[in-house]
C-alpha cells in the first residue's frame, strides 16, 4: 500500500538549516507530483512546495521562497526539502503528500520548531 515517511525535523535556533526527507513506497514513484505541508499550532494545514514527477517543475508559497528547496530522488524514492535562514513563523508539523487515483495520501509528519 502507499507509505510515506517523514525524517528529519528538529529544534533549531531561529537562522539555522534543516533537511526534511520524505521515504515514499507502495506506488511508482517517479509518475507522481509531490507536495510538503506544514500545520502550525491552532491553523490550518497549509501548502508549503511542490514538485513535479520529473523534477524540472516546483513551485513555493511566498513566504518560504528564497529559502526552501524542494527536491526529489527518484532513485531512491524520496522527497526532500532544504529549509535554510528558519524563523518561528516556520514552526510546524511537517507532513510529505501525494495524489494518486483521486485520493491524497499523507505521512504521519515532523515536527519542525525554530526558536526566537
Known amino acids: 500500500q502507499v507509505r510515506l515517511e517523514e525524517f528529519g525535523g528538529g529544534l533549531v535556533q531561529s537562522g539555522e538549516s534543516l533537511r526534511l526527507s520524505c521515504a515514499a513506497s507502495?506506488?511508482?514513484?517517479?509518475?507522481?507530483a509531490m507536495w510538503w505541508y506544514r500545520q502550525a499550532p491552532g491553523k490550518e494545514r497549509e501548502w508549503v512546495a511542490?514538485?513535479?514527477?520529473?523534477?524540472?517543475?516546483?513551485t513555493y508559497t511566498d513566504s518560504v521562497k528564497g529559502r526552501f528547496t524542494v527536491s526529489r530522488d527518484n532513485a531512491k524514492n524520496t522527497l526532500y526539502l532544504q529549509m535554510n535562514n528558519l524563523n518561528s513563523n516556520d514552526t510546524a508539523v511537517y507532513y510529505c503528500?501525494?495524489?494518486?487515483?483521486?485520493?491524497?495520501?499523507w505521512g504521519q509528519g515532523t515536527q519542525v520548531t525554530a526558536s526566537s
Open positions: 507502495g506506488f511508482t514513484f517517479a509518475d507522481v
Open positions: 503528500s501525494t495524489l494518486i487515483n483521486g485520493r491524497i495520501y
Open positions: 511542490m514538485i513535479g514527477p520529473q523534477i524540472t517543475y516546483t
